[in-house]
């Protein structure tokens, strides 16, 4: 129990490192911007920077991490079957990440990206129980329209 706790200590103390470090480097990115806005000549160490203040955008576009777009392509699913009522297509599933994608404006995936994440969302070696996305010889069903379904007040009757 005291090396759980003491590890717990430097996790704490760690994340307050880093929490002051990420201050102390946005207040340098700043002063940098209105150096380079000023037209004043840069440091030398300077010009490795990335001086965006979204440090996850790539050519003007946010890129997400894989947890991000396996949430995406979900919220995606989830979409579509509520539009179509029937089990969704993985197309489907493409052209309604698309649209959530351009709203949120990160970078649309590929069709490639999309049918990986659609076999992780329906996979039960993934999660290690029952997956969010039900596989189906139509398509695909998300579990929580399933759910939402059984809410309503037909069923009951």
């Excluded at 996790?11 to 340098?28: G, H, I, M, N």
């Excluded at 037209?39 to 955008?57: C, I, K, R, T, V």
């Excluded at 946010?62 to 777009?69: H, L, N, T």
């Amino acid at each position: 129990m005291d090396e759980v706790e003491e590890l717990k200590r430097a996790l704490s103390f760690y994340k307050a490192q880093y929490d002051r470090l990420k201050t102390e480097v946005f207040k340098l990115k700043r002063v940098l911007r209105a150096m380079k806005n000023a037209g004043a000549q840069f440091p030398h160490w300077a010009s490795d920077l990335n001086l965006d203040e979204h440090p996850y955008m790539y050519n003007g576009v946010r890129r997400v991490d894989v947890e991000s777009m396996r949430r995406l392509v979900y919220r995606a699913a989830l979409e579509a079957y509520r539009k179509l009522s029937r089990p969704v297509k993985p197309s489907e599933v493409q052209g309604e990440a698309v649209k959530l994608s351009i709203y949120v404006g990160i970078d649309p995936p590929s069709r490639a990206t999309v049918a990986k994440m659609l076999r992780q969302l329906s996979s039960k070696e993934h999660y290690g129980c029952e997956p969010p996305l039900l596989k189906v010889d139509e398509g695909y069903i998300p579990k929580e329209a399933c759910q939402e379904r059984f809410n309503t007040l037909d069923v009951f009757i």
